[in-house]
């Protein structure tokens, strides 16, 4: 009896300090985003067949001053729950501007910048016009910048998605669908959006060799997108034999720790130089 009050007491003071956490971290991430601090967007290259850099992915890290590094995977959420995601997104969407800026100065017009957009930022009434006006402060030429977007941005009217897009794409802006048969979309309501590439999820890549469902997908996601005419891009190539049968099976990008980790903006500018 006697422990099993100091299991129950154990277990309210664990969920006490995990609500205490998440608090503290919901306020912190607040004051970051208000004063441009902690935070970076790191790039990770997406590569072609001929493993030549054609744009890169941003990433979003926090390096918190007590709790070290804090995944998105875990902040994402949290700043989605909370409101956040408004003021974060268009903290990432000024930065990549910003990047894509320098990149123009420096001569890296070839280059495309994908960021994640989560489902409440894409829902804003007021995104389009927001995006509209940073890429011309930004002076950002047509087909520079790519949005990924995942099943959870179409949970609403899908004519207003699809109107939605094609505004965006009229301002030379790229879709990318990603996490591509992780959700529970159908599929003949996600092919009704005006995508120009399908992104194979991680979890698909990293095991395909372990798993024949795996591989099947794999094979399918890549058959599926170009009979659609799109072009996909595999996530989470680790392996040079994960490059070689994806490239085999007409994968057109590549991304993922066998060419690099994602990495500040500086690094990878001499990365992309180095593997031009
Ligand atoms: P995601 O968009 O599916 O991003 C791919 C994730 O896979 C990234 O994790 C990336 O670092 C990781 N990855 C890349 N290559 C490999 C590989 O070869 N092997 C393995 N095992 N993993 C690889 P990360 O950076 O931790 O991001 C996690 C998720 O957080 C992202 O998944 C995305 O949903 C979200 N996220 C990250 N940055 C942002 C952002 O700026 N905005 C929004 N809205 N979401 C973001
Ligand atoms: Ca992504
Ligand atoms: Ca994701
Ligand atoms: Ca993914």
Redesign the pocket.
């Known amino acids: 009896k006697r422990s099993g009050l100091g299991q129950i007491q154990l277990y309210h003071r664990e969920m006490a300090e995990a609500i205490e956490k998440r608090v503290r971290i919901e306020a912190d991430l607040r004051y970051v985003i208000e004063n441009n601090e902690q935070l970076e967007?790191?790039l990770?290259p997406q590569l072609n067949a001929q493993r030549k850099v054609i744009g890169a992915?941003?990433?979003?890290?926090w390096q918190h001053p007590d709790f070290g590094f804090i995944?998105?995977?875990e902040f994402?959420p949290l700043?989605?729950e909370t409101g956040l995601?408004i003021g974060?997104?268009d903290w990432?969407n000024e930065q990549a501007c910003q990047i894509i800026k320098q990149w123009q100065q420096l001569g890296f017009n070839h280059l495309v910048l994908s960021?994640?957009?989560?489902a409440p930022?894409f829902q804003q009434l007021d995104f389009v016009d927001k995006l509209n006006s940073l890429i011309r402060q930004h002076d950002l030429p047509k087909g520079s910048l790519k949005l990924?977007l995942?099943e959870s941005v179409l949970m609403q009217n899908v004519d207003d998605v699809i109107n939605k897009i094609n505004e965006l794409k009229q301002l030379g802006i790229q879709f990318a669908l990603?996490?591509f048969g992780t959700g529970y979309s159908s599929l003949s309501y996600l092919m009704k959006l005006p995508f120009d590439v399908l992104?194979i999820?991680?979890s698909f890549?990293?095991d395909m060799f372990e798993s024949p469902q795996k591989e099947a997908i794999v094979q399918t996601i890549v058959q599926l997108a170009h009979n659609l005419g799109l072009k996909v891009v595999a996530?989470?190539?680790?392996t040079e034999k994960?490059f070689d049968y994806l490239s085999s099976l007409g994968c057109d990008y590549f991304?993922?720790?066998?060419f690099s980790?994602?990495v500040a903006e500086s690094e990878f500018r001499s990365h992309s130089l180095i593997l031009q």
């Not at 960021?115 to 989560?118: A, D, M, P, Q, R």
């Open positions: 967007l790191y990770q992915e941003a990433l979003i890290r995944s998105p995977a994402i700043a989605e995601i974060l997104g990432i960021i994640n957009v989560s930022q990924e995942t990603d996490d992104k999820d991680v890549v990293r996530e989470g190539v680790e994960h991304q993922g720790y066998l980790k994602p």
